[in-house]
């Protein structure tokens, strides 16, 4: 009887460490693999991207309002803070100037790349 409780419990640690070894296997693709990598770096291109329109487009807004966006936009990390922040760069820019309706056409380029339709409509999206 000894011998057939021993046996049982090595199988069931047996078990046990195999099945671990599986879930690690399945976490793997989080880890690098090179289509992930791709669109990770994809993603932040675009943001990237995005970020330096916004920086280029606060940088014409004047007085303290400007510079309160330009802290903010610097301050952003994520393509949504830059969307959140989309009405006070696009109504701060001067309705005068040349290089503001420049800045409006690339904001409003880049926000449409980002969020088609823009942004409202969350259904599915087929890629």
């Known amino acids: 009887m000894p011998t057939m409780t021993y046996n049982l419990c090595t199988a069931l640690m047996d078990t046990a460490?195999?099945?671990?070894?599986?879930?690690?296997?399945?976490?793997?693709?989080?880890?690098?693999?090179?289509?992930?990598?791709?669109?990770?770096?994809?993603?932040r291109q675009a943001f990237v991207e995005m970020k330096t329109c916004f920086m280029r487009a606060a940088a014409d807004i004047e007085?303290?309002?400007?510079?309160?966006?330009?802290?903010?936009?610097?301050?952003?990390?994520?393509?949504?803070?830059?969307?959140?922040?989309?009405?006070?760069?696009?109504?701060g820019l001067p309705r005068d100037q040349v290089d503001a309706n420049v800045h409006r056409q690339e904001l409003m380029h880049q926000l449409d790349s980002a969020f088609p339709e823009g942004g409202g409509n969350t259904s599915f999206v087929p890629l």
């Open 17 to 43: 460490s195999l099945e671990l070894s599986f879930n690690r296997a399945n976490d793997l693709h989080a880890f690098g693999m090179p289509e992930d990598r791709l669109a990770r770096m994809a993603a």
């Open 63 to 91: 007085g303290s309002a400007g510079m309160l966006i330009q802290r903010k936009v610097r301050q952003a990390s994520e393509v949504i803070e830059l969307w959140r922040l989309r009405h006070a760069v696009l109504s």
